[in-house]
Structure formats: structure tokens, C-alpha cells
């Protein structure tokens, strides 16, 4: 499985836009980038994939780089609820990873 | 709400002894994954079934054992419990083999 790298910790301001950075510098043609996210200890939560194309929908927004060695992901108008750990996956099964700790303060 | 749910929510038991966890997909999804998570870990990723085979297997230790039935819920086996098998399992679903994954709300295991 192709390996991401993301920050551990970042934090955003409520109202402000929430930019989540991950590299995937060795994956491959065919791999989708997943993002999902983990409020405390609940179930995580699926958010948005793309290949190539920038992706949005209702949640947030997918920025592919034109290398596809790496990609953001956009929370337009961050709220408190927001705050969770953040998982970027490269293939659609197994690696988790740690992720990044996002906490949007008011 | 994801659509998958897991039962129990909590489960108490002692070290040695053996525990089900059940897991029943979302409406029409074939495949599904089991999944470790203990106090400030990451996800671990322990096997996947799809329409009822054996897909993918993980970090998944000789204690524990998975199946999924024709109707398509899956139960998770783990015997012989250890007292660092306390942890979170996660099951979601998919609807096919590489797909966006849902995930049930969790089934909180402790071992004493």
C-alpha cells in the first residue's frame, strides 16, 4: 500500500477555512486518495476520494496536485465540530495511519 | 447514522475468556472489514470478506478468527483474551471490493 505522510496536529480558527495537506508521493496511476475523519472515539467518518480532478462535495473539498504526490483537503467554513483526527489513505482498504489532530478554537 | 450497526456496544469480560462481536452491513454492501483500535492508536486494519470469502487479512492475530455469512453480517471471534486486547473494533462496509468505506458506531471491549 502506497504510504501518506500528514502533520499531527493543526489548528484553525472557527469561520476560517481548515487546509489539511497529506503526501502520497509513491502512489500509484490507479490508486484513489480517501479522506475520512474520527470525532473522538466513534466510528470514522468518510469525507470525500478522488483520483485526478478536484473533488467537493457537501463536506468539504479534494485538491489533487497534477503529480498526484499529494493532496488538501478543504473545509470551506471549519466549526467547532470539526475538530477530529483527519485520515488520508492511499487504496481503499487498511493503512489508518495516525492522521492529523485538527482542533478548530473559537 | 452510517447504516452499519455493531453489536454489542460494550462488552466486560476476563482475561482467557471468548467473545463474538457481531457486525451487519449497510443495506446491499458486499464487503466488509474489521478493524482494532486501542487507547490512542491508529486503525488496524484486521481482515476483509467480500460476499462472504476471505479478501484481504491484516495485523490480525491466531487468536481471533471472522467470518461473514450468506445474508452478508459478519461476527468477530476472539478467544483466549489477553488483557492488551482491550481496545475499540470497528466493522464498515463497502459496496464492492475497493470502495469508500462506512463505519459502525464500535464495539468497546474491555478486558479485566
Known amino acids: 500500500d502506497a504510504k501518506t505522510t500528514q502533520p499531527t496536529s493543526m489548528d484553525c480558527a472557527e469561520g476560517r477555512a481548515a487546509n489539511l495537506p497529506c503526501n502520497h508521493s509513491t502512489i500509484s496511476g490507479n490508486e484513489y486518495v480517501y479522506w475520512y475523519r474520527q470525532i473522538h472515539s466513534q466510528g470514522p467518518q468518510y469525507i470525500i476520494h478522488g483520483l485526478k480532478n478536484n473533488e467537493t462535495n457537501e463536506m468539504a473539498s479534494l485538491i489533487i496536485t497534477e503529480d498526484r504526490k499529494s493532496s488538501t483537503l478543504i473545509l470551506p467554513h471549519a466549526t467547532l465540530r470539526d475538530t477530529a483526527v483527519y485520515y488520508c489513505i492511499v487504496r481503499a482498504v487498511r493503512a489508518f495511519g495516525q492522521g492529523t489532530r485538527l482542533t478548530i478554537n473559537p | 447514522d452510517s447504516g452499519v450497526t455493531q453489536t454489542p456496544k460494550h462488552l466486560i469480560t476476563a482475561t482467557g475468556q471468548r467473545v463474538t462481536l457481531r457486525c451487519s452491513p449497510r443495506?446491499?454492501?458486499?464487503?466488509v472489514y474489521w478493524y482494532q483500535q486501542s487507547l490512542d492508536q491508529g486503525l488496524q486494519f484486521l481482515i476483509q470478506y467480500y460476499n462472504g470469502e476471505e479478501r484481504a487479512k491484516g495485523n490480525i492475530l491466531e487468536r481471533f478468527s471472522a467470518q461473514q455469512f450468506p445474508d452478508l453480517h459478519s461476527e468477530l471471534n476472539l478467544s483466549s483474551l489477553e488483557l492488551g486486547d482491550s481496545a475499540l473494533y470497528f466493522c464498515?462496509?463497502?459496496?464492492?471490493?475497493?470502495?469508500?468505506?462506512?463505519f459502525g458506531p464500535g464495539t468497546r471491549l474491555t478486558v479485566t
Open positions: 464498515a462496509s463497502s459496496p464492492r471490493l475497493a470502495n469508500e468505506q462506512y
Open positions: 443495506s446491499g454492501d458486499l464487503s
